[in-house]
Each structure stands twice: as structure tokens, then as C-alpha cells.
């Protein structure tokens, strides 16, 4: 069995602070998967990533993947489409950006 690819878990971060509270069984589960992350990738105990850098790299890596939430982004940051006649229309010199008569 394969096991699926591991986020890169960046160590240096410049952050925003934000309080983030677990419940006890998804603490616990975290510090599984730092330990899990630190044995797969051949760490030693005081290399392992901290808990705000695993979070940090496992919620960039969600965001990352999720396909919908990125199609929307995009559609977000695109500038708006110029129609054909509005295209023509400005280089005619008839209408301003603004849409006034020049």
C-alpha cells in the first residue's frame, strides 16, 4: 500500500496570531501525526515540526487541494471579460471608459 504524500511542513513562518482550541482527542491526534510525520521522514525527536507549523502546513495543503474552493478564487481575482461591443465601441472613440459620449 502506498501511503499518500506528506505536506512539506515549513519550519520558518512569518505569522498572524490567531487562538486556535482543540478538543483533547484532535490534540491527541496531532501529536500522532507530528510523530507519525517526524518517524516517516527520518526525524528526530527536537527536529519535529512544531503544532502551529503542522497546522499551519496541514490546512495550506487542504486549501490547496480543494478544487471548488480554488475554481472560485480564480473567478474571484480574473478581471471582468470585455464584451465584443463594448471593445469596438471604445475604439471607435464613441464612448469613454465611463460610458460618456466623446
Do not use: C, W
Amino acid at each position: 500500500m502506498r501511503l499518500p504524500q506528506l505536506p512539506k511542513i515549513p519550519v520558518k513562518q512569518t505569522l498572524v496570531r490567531k487562538v486556535l482550541n482543540l478538543t483533547p482527542p484532535l490534540e491527541n491526534k496531532l501529536h500522532s501525526y507530528i510523530a507519525y510525520y517526524a518517524e516517516q521522514q527520518g526525524l528526530q525527536a527536537d527536529q519535529a515540526p512544531t503544532d502551529s507549523d503542522t497546522i499551519i502546513a496541514l490546512l495550506e495543503n487542504f486549501l490547496d487541494r480543494d478544487t471548488g474552493f480554488n475554481q472560485h478564487l480564480r473567478s474571484k481575482t480574473m478581471p471582468p471579460r470585455r464584451t465584443a461591443a463594448a471593445a469596438d465601441t471604445r475604439k471607435k472613440g464613441t464612448a469613454s471608459p465611463e460610458g460618456n459620449a466623446t
